[in-house]
């Protein structure tokens, strides 16, 4: 069956324009929310089932972090006290050593806080959220086959097996880092694009509540740094935890039985094994392989002005900033913010959005992976304490001279790219000024050392009796 709804639609409105979003996950469906918002006729497609009414719910299930940016971007939709009220927040990082000993890394300042978010949850509600608008339509089991990028046709495969075709004046791609709508994108002259697989995996375990309360201190982020590896914990409503093992592929490969997996959780993780549980952990190491992470950058994020890339179909990143899905509904923001600048003229909006987002996009990417290192290796250092003490202490008395990266990046809307370069003009000025500081010490060390002064032999309480003279002159 054909389909046109440009022309069914126009009938009975004259302004309004169908816009199809394709990819019914967290992003699709925040967008689908904006779109509605506005008075478009907006229909979701999405590949997978209903996950309202899926038993299982396919996919990842990486906990996510919600913070200001993702905030906002749900604020304007009305849906940020729903999503906050269902998050646990997390005040710092806690640091598990090798040795058993644990201490926390704070976020931020007193006060500020990410939300630890289930995956699932979130999607679920807003789909529903979108539902709401009488302008939405969600169509689930459709499968995108093709799209035309010169008139905006799409043809999709229904679960029954029929194709649809469907006419939109905006295609949004929000179908994820392996995008479908991206692949049309490939085939144009001047799109960049590099995908990058890192050498590690992820597993997921969970640990279970003990005595129905969580097994652990619960407003944190528990990470256990081993330089190469690391494993992280997230805590849920339900009081468990769900614990991720970061590694590199060929160190999965090694640990084949589950012996093995209690060997290099006794050398590495000893504190997680009662928590876990022996016996879950050996079963639940091997339920899954270890998964991928891809890095995913390209541009522009627009074809003409039929077509526009958004979440990790145009930018899929590595998770370790909790920034994924903040991002990917910033751009949802940044989108309507431009839409209400150029009077939501698409042959407008769409460069405009591309020529704002991607060098925004493209510095999260990189904070991301360069953030893998910190959160394995950095946090063992002790120059590395020393210094995001000295940030936080400098950002306290000079507020608005000095803030941390992670400050910018996760309780600001600071654009990311100018976030980049402020952090890396800090750092200049904060290193060279530790030197001299360093440099002053030495040296008025050595000249005390080599030059000693002839003190008079007075009495503390002398001295004060002085001071307190020359104050009363003034």
């Given amino acids: 069956t054909t389909m046109d709804y440009s022309t069914n639609f126009s009938k009975s409105t004259s302004k309004k324009k169908v816009v199809a979003v394709v990819g019914g996950g967290l992003v699709g469906a925040l967008n689908a929310c904006y779109f509605a918002k506005r008075g478009f006729q907006v229909e979701v497609f999405e590949s997978r089932e209903d996950i309202r009414q899926a038993k299982i719910v396919k996919g990842r299930s990486i906990n996510l972090a919600l913070s200001h940016r ?131 995996g992820y597993l997921e375990l969970t ?12 407003n944190y982020l528990h990470i256990w740094p081993r330089n190469t590896f690391m494993m992280i914990a997230l805590p849920n409503l339900d009081k468990t935890f769900t614990c991720t093992l970061f590694m590199p592929f ?32 050996k079963r639940d190491y091997f339920r899954l392989p270890a998964q991928a992470m891809v890095s995913v950058k390209c541009s522009p994020y627009h074809l003409s002005d039929k077509c526009v890339l958004m979440g990790d179909a145009a930018h899929a990143v590595v998770p370790f900033y909790g920034q994924g899905m903040n991002a990917g509904f910033e751009d949802c923001l940044v989108f309507n913010e431009i839409m209400d600048q150029l009077n939501e003229d698409f042959s407008a909006v769409l460069p405009e959005y591309t020529r704002v987002r991607v060098p925004d996009d493209h510095a999260i990417a990189d904070l991301a992976m360069y953030n893998y290192v910190e959160m394995r290796s950095h946090v063992n250092s002790k120059w590395f304490l020393f210094r995001k003490y000295i940030d936080n202490f400098l950002h306290i008395i ?62 503390i309480e002398q001295l004060w009796t ?9």
């Fill in 466 to 474: 002085r001071l307190q003279a020359l104050k009363s002159r003034f």
């Fill in 207 to 218: 640990m279970p509540p003990i005595n129905g309360e969580f097994a652990m201190k619960p």
């Fill in 70 to 200: 993702g905030r906002q971007a749900l604020k304007q939709v009305g849906m940020e006290d729903t999503i906050v009220s269902k998050g646990i927040p997390m005040h710092s990082r806690m640091i598990h050593s090798l040795n058993g000993t644990q201490y926390p890394i704070p976020y931020g300042k007193k006060g500020q806080y990410i939300l630890s978010v289930d995956r699932a949850n979130l999607n679920k509600e807003l789909l529903s959220a979108a539902e709401t608008y009488s302008n939405t339509k969600l169509n689930f089991a459709h499968k995108l086959l093709n799209w035309s990028t010169e008139t905006g046709a799409m043809t999709f495969l229904r679960a029954d097996g029929a194709k649809e075709e469907i006419q939109a004046d905006l295609i949004v791609g929000c179908d994820g880092a392996f995008s479908a709508i991206r692949k049309q994108f490939l085939r144009q002259s001047r799109f960049n694009f590099s995908q990058t697989y890192i050498p590690h």
């Fill in 250 to 281: 060929d160190e999965f490969e090694n640990v084949t039985t589950g012996d093995q997996v209690i060997e290099f959780f006794q050398k590495y993780f000893p504190d997680a094994i009662p928590l876990i549980g022996a016996d879950a952990l």
């Fill in 398 to 459: 000079m507020p608005r001279t000095i803030i941390p990266l992670y400050t910018m990046v996760t309780f600001t809307r600071t654009r990311y790219h100018e976030a980049v370069k402020r952090w890396h003009w800090q750092d200049k000025v904060i290193n060279q000024g530790l030197l001299c500081v360093a440099a002053s010490v030495v040296g008025g060390s050595y000249l005390l050392v080599r030059y000693p002064p002839n003190m008079p032999n007075i009495s």
